[in-house]
């Protein structure tokens, strides 16, 4: 048994800056989409992304459905659309508020820093979370861009 509460697990595993992504898929019904912090590259070769994902998650099942998702990294001045992603919101509501287009078959945010375009690789249990490994099919990035930051609870 831990003696670690989860407000003091949160808090200092929130000291650590990460960046701040929106990850999309399509489904038949629409694109569907959340925000995360929880993603790092995980191999070059093959080129890997991993992405945490609620359990909860309205995403996951479209992920799942279409086995294709994309990571939007989100450069300094896109707040509100971590915000947008981050709500409860239907995501049909989501992406009322955002521009996008569908390239390779996925949702990509309009001004996103970076975004990749990746085939569901693997799952794996993960908690309340399930990890989900990307396999990068493509890619775009503007090397001229700030990424938005999350730590201690805000953006910066």
């Known amino acids: 048994m831990s003696s670690v ?23 038949e019904a629409g694109p569907a989409g959340l925000t995360t912090n929880a993603l790092t590259s995980l191999s070059l070769d ?3 992304l991993l992405v945490c994902v609620d359990r909860e998650s309205r995403t996951l ?11 939007n990294l989100l450069r300094d001045d896109q707040e509100p659309l971590a915000r947008v992603f981050a709500s409860k919101q239907l995501p049909r509501e989501k992406f009322e508020q955002v521009t996008h287009t569908v390239a390779h078959d996925v949702p990509v945010l309009d001004g996103a820093l ?5 085939d569901l690789e ?4 993960g908690g309340d ?8 099919t493509t890619l775009e990035h503007d ?8 730590e201690r609870g805000t953006f910066s």
């Open 5 to 27: 509460d989860h407000h003091s697990y949160r808090a200092a595993v929130g000291s650590f800056p990460t960046g701040v992504a929106v990850v999309t898929a399509l489904s």
């Open 143 to 150: 090397a001229g861009a700030a990424p938005l930051r999350y």
């Open 61 to 71: 099942p479209v992920i799942r459905a279409a086995r294709r998702f994309a990571v």
């Open 122 to 125: 693997a799952e794996h249990d």
């Open 114 to 118: 970076a975004w990749f375009a990746c």
């Open 129 to 136: 979370h399930v990890i989900v490994v990307g396999r990068v």
């Open 46 to 48: 093959p080129m890997l």
